[in-house]
């Protein structure tokens, strides 16, 4: 089965410094994985994604995430935080092959960017 | 948000009375999904369709009808059977690689 791990409910961070949200996942096979950004009322916007390549993605809004196949890990990360990035992040993940079999998400990150 | 649309964003409902959300896109994409969303507990499938005229329970189909007749539409009725339907309600559908694009979300509120 398939599963995706956000281990922090939240987090903080001071405008101007690096954030990193962290995402693990479990898959059988090789994995295809996603970020998406929610602001409030609003659907999930998506990110960046990982399918196959260099392990760097660099995404949408300065966001880039590395993958590492050996810590089952996908964070996202951004040199400089915004207060505009302040909202609830998702990653999710689908195994390779599954055709257009639903994304399994995580429970959510949210980031909070203190000016 | 950008090729999919869902109506009505607000929408409320009366004990015992059944619902209909609306989820349209033009995306040309075959698969598409309803997701609940609760505060604090992520996204929660209910139904999913990988093709027209074919559809498959999720996690917490219970309560809740789909059809699939048409490759744009995928509408969702949540029916009295649904105990606790207040939620935000998304719809994405996704493309051959597996990319899910979202709806704007429709916020339901039982009376």
């Known amino acids: 089965a398939q599963s995706v791990a956000q281990p922090e409910d939240q987090v903080n961070v001071a405008e101007g410094n690096p954030l990193t949200v962290k995402c693990t996942y479990s898959v059988s096979g090789n994995p295809y994985l996603f970020w998406y950004v929610q602001y409030p009322n609003r659907g999930l916007q998506f990110l960046l994604k990982?399918?196959?390549?260099?392990?760097l993605v660099k995404g949408s809004y300065g966001f880039e995430a590395e993958f590492n196949k050996s810590q089952t890990s996908f964070h996202l990360k951004k040199p400089s935080a915004l207060v505009s990035d302040s909202a609830l992040y998702f990653c999710a993940v689908r195994g390779v092959g599954a055709g257009n079999t639903p994304l399994v998400f995580g429970k959510g990150t949210r980031l909070s960017v203190i000016a | 948000d950008g090729g999919i649309t869902q109506s009505p964003k607000y929408l409320f409902r009366k004990e015992g009375q059944n619902v209909t959300l609306s989820c349209e896109q033009n995306?040309?994409?075959?698969?598409m999904y309803w997701y609940r969303q609760d505060p604090g507990q992520g996204l929660r499938l209910i139904y999913y369709?990988?093709?027209?005229?074919?559809?498959q329970k999720g996690d917490i189909a219970e309560g809740y009808s789909v059809s699939r007749e048409k490759k744009e539409s995928f509408p969702l009725t949540v029916t009295s059977a649904q105990k606790n339907p207040t939620a935000f309600y998304l719809c994405?559908?996704?493309?051959?690689?597996?990319?899910?694009?979202f709806g704007p979300g429709t916020r339901l509120t039982v009376l």
């Open positions: 369709s990988q093709i027209v005229n074919d559809f």
């Open positions: 995306l040309n994409h075959d698969a």
């Open positions: 990982y399918i196959t390549g260099d392990n």
């Open positions: 994405a559908s996704s493309s051959v690689l597996g990319e899910q694009f």
